[in-house]
């Protein structure tokens, strides 16, 4: 039986509600038991004094690789889970790249039953559009969603296929389940390792044209206006994207999208001296691009924060630009960024960045959290959102340390994680 | 009485490329190239100035012509040479990049020029080795030395680079000569124009300061000289251009072509020619061309890079100053 925790006096921010008050929190038997002043604990509760903090509901990310099972050197569903508890969230995605691939009710139920003994973040697997992710056939998605599936994608790649993509869309209304596609199209990627620019011409690097996402986020906004079906979008990186994505919103498609920290923070610019910690898929583009995402999740045009986390090897990312692999980690860095990139420059206030990491998740996947009312899972983190700390990859909880943030100074992160009414992660000193 | 600080060296530990030198070191490099085009005339080919140096040719990508000319120049220096040529990608061998870089820097290898198919890997094994690296050619980055010689030989023909029109022509999307041309030439002020179809053409490069020409009567009219780029066969496989059949009757520089230049127009390429896709044999062998003195001047560059990171001095032909001149 887990003790009840009372977190007494911090600043209680529940974007569900639009509230945004000085405030206790009372948890218990793994649920939001009250929220309101002058709340006394039972006996035996743990009190952890939050003033001076903000409580929220527990950060959601949909977008991460545990690279477990098949990869378990690069990270596992445990470490993960650690590191996203350290990042201040309480559930995160799990993308379905793995080896095997994530097509069947047998990996599903693996990676569900590892959460359970890490007991850290809940970890939520998304299946696979098609079978392996060859791009082929569907995936059976009801017996994913059966295992406990939230969503199905082919990420890491993309779904080539229109015909595919259209029916992936339709099935998946069956069970009103989100499809989540890479926007990239492999003709006019290929070959490139960054995007295709001045920076690019003077690395002499093959260079990964934003037509080449744009072409497939219009295909897919076309597709998900055809069949009615939930299209979510990752990591979106073009102006271009934007601008498509905005539109379909006007006209009612039902398009959810997702932007990462790092393609909020970093240009093109960052692969300069060919760091191959700047090498992602898709790749950093150019200021205004990074320009147009900023605005969008002011406006909505990007529903969420999702932070693509992707250990490698430090040998794997330690050769020629041209061979390393793609992405970088993101879980221990993603709120950190996200305060100093858009609620420090005034972008957004932390209510609303709260509600684009942690609410509007929630709902884009139809996850429970989300919110502090009274009766929801207590998932909650307190986070200090004015302190400003050193990013250091040697002290991650993740197992991989490929970041390009080492050393950077950020503000923002959390100090107490708790899933089902238990703490899973304490910075010293709370 | 106190001692005089050691001199600041005058080039960087590594010539990665000419992005990142300055002007006057592109200039101190081809001055100290001249003397050294002498040495090749000799009958004894050699001065003492590298002796008992170890130089390793780490040649990553299959290449006669540059090696055998780093080569020749290493050992007119009277260093030590060893060639290495690791066919294929070092990931397909088994062995990284960075462990061939360890494994150098374990024998105290003194210098090493590499040549790999990877863009930045000369930076990558610079910054790995406390060897001297001199890049041969990295991917589609940077070919220095060629540039260095291609400046050299304008230098000599026309006694200057500054106001000079180059133009640059062929497929500059995956020529890392062009880019090395337009660092060197820009940074010596001379005019630049790049010409080829847009398909070869990268995004951004008039905000390298370049003028581009669509087509190659234009950069032929304009043009002091032109550097005519090898057109790789693989361009036509990717789908970049129809034909080579196509590219030889819309760029190639014909003789045709060459009627409308200025009367001393200088033709150069780098080499290997395709003869009858970019260029004709009857321009490559006339009275236009340079590019049997670019070979010349390659041997004199490389020996002059070589010499300078090593920490030579500039002034080492004048008995008395640097490491002694003259045969031995």
Redesign the interface.
């Given at each position: 039986m887990t003790r009840p925790i009372l977190l007494r006096g911090g600043l209680v921010i529940d974007p569900s509600r639009g509230t945004e008050d000085v405030a206790d929190v009372y948890l218990r038997d793994g649920k939001v038991a009250a929220v309101g002043r002058g709340i006394a604990g039972e006996d035996g509760c743990l009190v952890y004094q939050a003033a001076g903090k903000v409580v929220a509901p527990g950060l959601i990310d949909l977008h991460v690789h545990l690279r477990e099972p098949g990869q378990e050197d690069l990270e596992t569903v445990a470490t993960g889970a650690m590191a996203a508890a350290a990042g201040g969230f309480t559930a995160v995605c799990a993308m379905p790249n793995t080896d095997p691939v994530v097509d069947n009710q047998g990996t599903v139920g693996f990676i569900i039953s590892q959460a359970q003994r890490a007991a850290k973040a809940r970890v939520y697997p998304i299946g696979a559009v098609s079978l392996g992710q060859r791009g082929e056939r569907l995936a059976e998605f009801g017996e994913l969603v059966g295992a406990g599936a939230v969503a199905v994608s082919d990420d890491g790649k993309p779904v080539v296929s229109s015909h595919l993509m259209r029916t992936a869309l339709e099935y998946a209304r069956s069970f009103d389940l989100p499809v989540a596609d890479h926007c990239e199209d492999p003709s006019l990627s290929a070959g490139g390792v960054m995007h295709e620019g001045l920076v690019a011409t003077r690395l002499g690097l093959k260079g990964i044209p934003a037509a080449a996402e744009e072409v497939m986020v219009a295909r897919d906004l076309i597709l998900a206006e055809l069949t009615g079906g939930h299209i979510h979008l990752c990591h979106i990186s073009t102006r271009g994207s934007v601008e498509l994505i905005r539109r379909a919103k006007e006209k009612g498609v039902r398009v959810t999208a997702e932007a990462t920290p790092h393609h909020l923070t970093l240009t093109h610019d960052a692969c300069e001296g060919y760091n191959t910690n700047a090498k992602m898929n898709p790749p950093l583009r150019e200021p205004e691009d990074r320009e147009a995402i900023r605005q969008a999740l002011v406006d909505g045009t990007i529903d969420v924060i999702a932070s693509d986390h992707a250990p490698h090897h430090y040998d794997a990312k330690e050769r020629e630009f041209d061979d390393a692999p793609n992405g970088i980690l993101g879980l221990e860095t993603a709120f950190g960024l996200a305060v100093t990139e858009l609620v420090e420059t005034g972008l957004l206030t932390l209510p609303e960045l709260l509600f684009r990491m942690s609410t509007r998740p929630a709902q884009v996947f139809g996850l429970p959290g989300g919110t502090l009312a009274p009766g929801a899972p207590a998932d909650v983190v307190v986070l200090d959102p004015k302190v400003r700390w050193t990013v250091d990859p040697g002290a991650f909880f993740s197992k991989s340390r490929n970041t390009p943030f080492g050393g950077r100074i950020l503000t923002g992160r959390a100090d107490l994680t708790i899933v089902r009414g238990r703490v899973v992660y304490e910075r010293g000193g709370v | 009485m106190s001692k005089a600080p050691p001199p600041t060296p005058p080039l960087p530990k590594d010539l990665v490329g000419l992005?990142e030198l300055s002007a006057d070191q592109i200039r101190l490099i081809l001055d100290t190239a001249e003397p050294f085009k002498e040495v090749s005339e000799r009958p004894i080919k050699k001065v003492p100035a590298l002796r008992g140096k170890t130089i390793v040719n780490l040649f990553f990508e299959a290449s006669t012509r540059t090696r055998i000319s780093f080569e020749f120049a290493e050992k007119r220096l009277s260093a030590d040479t060893v060639n290495v040529a690791a066919s294929g990608?070092s990931?397909v061998k088994g062995e990284?990049?960075?462990d061939t870089a360890r494994n150098l820097e374990a024998m105290r290898i003194d210098m090493v020029v590499i040549r790999?198919?990877?863009?930045?890997?000369a930076?990558?094994l610079g910054d790995r080795i406390r060897s001297n690296v001199i890049n041969a050619g990295?991917?589609?980055?940077?070919h220095p030395t060629q540039g260095l010689l291609d400046l050299l030989t304008l230098r000599d023909r026309f006694g200057k680079i500054e106001g000079l029109k180059v133009a640059i022509c062929g497929d500059i999307l995956h020529s890392?000569v062009a880019?090395s041309n337009i660092w060197g030439l820009t940074k010596l002020g001379a005019e630049v124009a790049v010409c080829g179809p847009q398909s070869l053409m990268?995004?951004?490069?008039a905000?390298?300061g370049v003028t581009v020409f669509k087509r190659i009567e234009e950069a032929i009219e304009w043009a002091d000289a032109l550097n005519v780029l090898r057109l790789q066969l693989e361009r036509m496989t990717a789908g970049f251009i129809p034909s080579l059949r196509e590219y030889n009757r819309v760029f190639g520089v014909t003789r045709e072509r060459l009627a409308r230049a200025r009367r001393d127009i200088v033709i150069m390429h780098p080499g290997p020619m395709n003869r009858g896709v970019e260029i004709d044999s009857d321009v490559a062998d006339g009275p236009h061309s340079v590019i049997l003195p670019q070979v010349t001047n390659g041997v004199a560059v490389r020996m002059a890079v070589l010499y300078l990171l090593a920490g030579g001095s500039p002034d080492w032909q004048h008995p008395g100053g640097g490491q002694g001149g003259g045969a031995e």
């Amino acid at each position: 039986m887990t003790r009840p925790i009372l977190l007494r006096g911090g600043l209680v921010i529940d974007p569900s509600r639009g509230t945004e008050d000085v405030a206790d929190v009372y948890l218990r038997d793994g649920k939001v038991a009250a929220v309101g002043r002058g709340i006394a604990g039972e006996d035996g509760c743990l009190v952890y004094q939050a003033a001076g903090k903000v409580v929220a509901p527990g950060l959601i990310d949909l977008h991460v690789h545990l690279r477990e099972p098949g990869q378990e050197d690069l990270e596992t569903v445990a470490t993960g889970a650690m590191a996203a508890a350290a990042g201040g969230f309480t559930a995160v995605c799990a993308m379905p790249n793995t080896d095997p691939v994530v097509d069947n009710q047998g990996t599903v139920g693996f990676i569900i039953s590892q959460a359970q003994r890490a007991a850290k973040a809940r970890v939520y697997p998304i299946g696979a559009v098609s079978l392996g992710q060859r791009g082929e056939r569907l995936a059976e998605f009801g017996e994913l969603v059966g295992a406990g599936a939230v969503a199905v994608s082919d990420d890491g790649k993309p779904v080539v296929s229109s015909h595919l993509m259209r029916t992936a869309l339709e099935y998946a209304r069956s069970f009103d389940l989100p499809v989540a596609d890479h926007c990239e199209d492999p003709s006019l990627s290929a070959g490139g390792v960054m995007h295709e620019g001045l920076v690019a011409t003077r690395l002499g690097l093959k260079g990964i044209p934003a037509a080449a996402e744009e072409v497939m986020v219009a295909r897919d906004l076309i597709l998900a206006e055809l069949t009615g079906g939930h299209i979510h979008l990752c990591h979106i990186s073009t102006r271009g994207s934007v601008e498509l994505i905005r539109r379909a919103k006007e006209k009612g498609v039902r398009v959810t999208a997702e932007a990462t920290p790092h393609h909020l923070t970093l240009t093109h610019d960052a692969c300069e001296g060919y760091n191959t910690n700047a090498k992602m898929n898709p790749p950093l583009r150019e200021p205004e691009d990074r320009e147009a995402i900023r605005q969008a999740l002011v406006d909505g045009t990007i529903d969420v924060i999702a932070s693509d986390h992707a250990p490698h090897h430090y040998d794997a990312k330690e050769r020629e630009f041209d061979d390393a692999p793609n992405g970088i980690l993101g879980l221990e860095t993603a709120f950190g960024l996200a305060v100093t990139e858009l609620v420090e420059t005034g972008l957004l206030t932390l209510p609303e960045l709260l509600f684009r990491m942690s609410t509007r998740p929630a709902q884009v996947f139809g996850l429970p959290g989300g919110t502090l009312a009274p009766g929801a899972p207590a998932d909650v983190v307190v986070l200090d959102p004015k302190v400003r700390w050193t990013v250091d990859p040697g002290a991650f909880f993740s197992k991989s340390r490929n970041t390009p943030f080492g050393g950077r100074i950020l503000t923002g992160r959390a100090d107490l994680t708790i899933v089902r009414g238990r703490v899973v992660y304490e910075r010293g000193g709370v | 009485m106190s001692k005089a600080p050691p001199p600041t060296p005058p080039l960087p530990k590594d010539l990665v490329g000419l992005e990142e030198l300055s002007a006057d070191q592109i200039r101190l490099i081809l001055d100290t190239a001249e003397p050294f085009k002498e040495v090749s005339e000799r009958p004894i080919k050699k001065v003492p100035a590298l002796r008992g140096k170890t130089i390793v040719n780490l040649f990553f990508e299959a290449s006669t012509r540059t090696r055998i000319s780093f080569e020749f120049a290493e050992k007119r220096l009277s260093a030590d040479t060893v060639n290495v040529a690791a066919s294929g990608s070092s990931v397909v061998k088994g062995e990284t990049l960075v462990d061939t870089a360890r494994n150098l820097e374990a024998m105290r290898i003194d210098m090493v020029v590499i040549r790999h198919h990877a863009s930045g890997s000369a930076r990558f094994l610079g910054d790995r080795i406390r060897s001297n690296v001199i890049n041969a050619g990295d991917g589609k980055h940077e070919h220095p030395t060629q540039g260095l010689l291609d400046l050299l030989t304008l230098r000599d023909r026309f006694g200057k680079i500054e106001g000079l029109k180059v133009a640059i022509c062929g497929d500059i999307l995956h020529s890392r000569v062009a880019r090395s041309n337009i660092w060197g030439l820009t940074k010596l002020g001379a005019e630049v124009a790049v010409c080829g179809p847009q398909s070869l053409m990268p995004r951004g490069i008039a905000d390298l300061g370049v003028t581009v020409f669509k087509r190659i009567e234009e950069a032929i009219e304009w043009a002091d000289a032109l550097n005519v780029l090898r057109l790789q066969l693989e361009r036509m496989t990717a789908g970049f251009i129809p034909s080579l059949r196509e590219y030889n009757r819309v760029f190639g520089v014909t003789r045709e072509r060459l009627a409308r230049a200025r009367r001393d127009i200088v033709i150069m390429h780098p080499g290997p020619m395709n003869r009858g896709v970019e260029i004709d044999s009857d321009v490559a062998d006339g009275p236009h061309s340079v590019i049997l003195p670019q070979v010349t001047n390659g041997v004199a560059v490389r020996m002059a890079v070589l010499y300078l990171l090593a920490g030579g001095s500039p002034d080492w032909q004048h008995p008395g100053g640097g490491q002694g001149g003259g045969a031995e």
